[in-house]
């Protein structure tokens, strides 16, 4: 690549990306709603149920469950990312940038790109009502740092795989599945509650989920209770799981996403 495509491209890129915080902008309701909708589950279930959890080696339930929160956070934005461009290619906005005289990755990284955004907002959100609930980070501020980057890492992972489903199922019932199976993936794992305090085969597929992967090593880089986690292998290698699951859903649903969209109206 030239270093005048790489221009066109990332110039192009931009003005994907405005479109979709200019959507934002003139949207403030959706845009509110979708960020403090995790700050009402962080207090229905650090207040409503926090108080009869055990957390393994003890500690407080708030401490376990925010890090557990922004993981979650990271996952549940495969929602907007699919619904933006399901909506996109259904109504056929997809298929007209297309057929302008623009990058062909503009379209992809541009949706890309604003999704981080929103999602390092987000971010910062949650961990504002985390520490007014009383949630501290015990680390130093490079670990702290370290954590951010696993979190915004696995929401990179996961918004390829919902720019992908976007395009490959760009309709409002497919919307309506992938918001549905998000919530068990989301709860079959260490966020709420440890895998050692469930049955065994159960215990067994949270600790498999990448998402409790990212819970594990931010917990531990945080210095938050409930590290040990079940005692299995994934457990104990959290921080390394960490950035091996979302690199794996990236090397998969990457180049996917790529060539679903120039297949689109092929």
């Known amino acids: 690549m030239t270093t005048a495509t790489f221009r066109w491209a ?4 931009w003005t994907l990306t405005r479109r979709a915080l200019l959507h934002w902008v003139r949207q403030p309701v959706q845009v509110l709603v979708g960020l403090l909708f995790p700050v009402l589950l962080v207090l229905m279930f650090g207040y409503l149920l926090g108080g009869g959890m055990e957390i393994p080696g003890g500690g407080d339930y708030k401490e376990f469950l925010l890090p557990g929160m922004f993981a979650l956070t990271m996952v549940f934005g495969i929602e907007g990312t699919f619904t933006a461009v399901a909506a996109d290619a259904g109504k056929g906005v997809t298929d007209r940038f297309r057929s302008l005289p623009m990058a062909p ?6 949706r890309a790109s604003a999704d981080m955004i929103n999602s390092a907002a987000g971010l910062v959100v949650m961990m504002g009502a985390g520490l007014a609930v009383g ?15 696993l979190l915004l890492w696995l929401r990179f992972a996961f918004l390829w795989a919902g720019i992908y489903l976007g395009l490959r199922f760009p309709s409002p019932e497919a919307v309506m599945a992938v918001q549905i199976l998000v919530w068990p993936f989301g709860f079959l794992s260490n966020v709420f509650a440890s895998p050692a305090d469930m049955p065994g085969w159960l215990g067994f597929l949270a600790d498999a989920n990448p998402l409790s992967a990212t819970v594990t090593a931010v917990r531990d880089l945080f210095g938050n209770p409930g590290v040990a986690g079940s005692g299995s292998w994934a457990a104990d290698h959290g921080l390394l799981l960490a950035i091996v699951w979302p690199l794996v859903i990236t090397t998969v649903f990457f180049p996917l996403s790529v060539r679903r969209f120039q297949r689109l109206s092929a």
């Open 10 to 13: 990332a110039s192009d890129g």
């Open 135 to 149: 949630w501290r980070w015990h680390e130093g501020f490079g670990r702290v740092l370290v954590a951010v980057a």
């Open 105 to 110: 990755s503009a379209v992809v990284v541009g």
